[in-house]
């Protein structure tokens, strides 16, 4: 106990009067002006090292990643080749930044046109031609046929001119003009319904309805995720239980 006592006062001694770089078991991480120098400290147990081509009098931290002086922009501390530091700006979504020629996302530049770029809803991006995927991958290449069909129940369905996503994977025999959600990973067009990206082959369309949860039926069949339960009768079943997927008809339980 006299041991921990010393080494308390010690590091409390050290934190009131160190010099120098930061320290991550007393900073946070991040950009650091201190001694006329700029230092970027990793998070604990990381080590700060300086930026020497930094300028301290004109340095700004904008976040932890990124900071920008008179001449150039840094992201953890290493310069951000062609960025513009008079117009380099954070967007509103970790990690997304912009200047007056690029969009950036982290470290790497992902549109070219930043006039046009738009954060939108499912944590997608687009600008005047590219829709672009979570993790700055393309998800489709016609901006202006794009539309997100519905953001629910862990579903993201979008489509374009040619083809329908749900969650970034195509459903490729969906039609996008007459494409609709019918619930959760239950959806249809004029030909097919579908669950997930997979269609029912066996489904009747006029008849098909949600039940709820992985469950759907039709005026023959019952489906669960999408598969046929056998024998199950679509007029008297009912579901007991979603969450641990129990069911029955007048028959049977399942």
Known sequence: SVIAVCLLAAAILLSCSRNGPPNSLFDSAGYHVTDDKVYYLNAFPGKAFEINSADAATFKALDVSYGRDKSSVYINGRPLPGADPASFALLDRPGFAKDRNRVYQRDRTISDDPAHFELLDGELAKDSRVIFWSDGSTLSGDAMHFAIVSNADNYLYTKDGRTVHVNGN????????????????????????????????????????????????DAVRVYWMGKTIDGADPGTFRVLNADFECSADDQRAY
Not at 196 to 213: H, M, V
């Open 170 to 217: 195509p459903i490729p025999a969906a039609d996008p003009p007459t494409f609709q959600v019918l619930q959760g990973a239950y959806v249809h067009d004029n030909k097919h319904v579908f669950y997930f990206d997979q269609p029912i082959t066996d489904a009747e369309l006029t008849s098909f309805r949600p039940i709820d949860g992985p469950y759907g039926a």
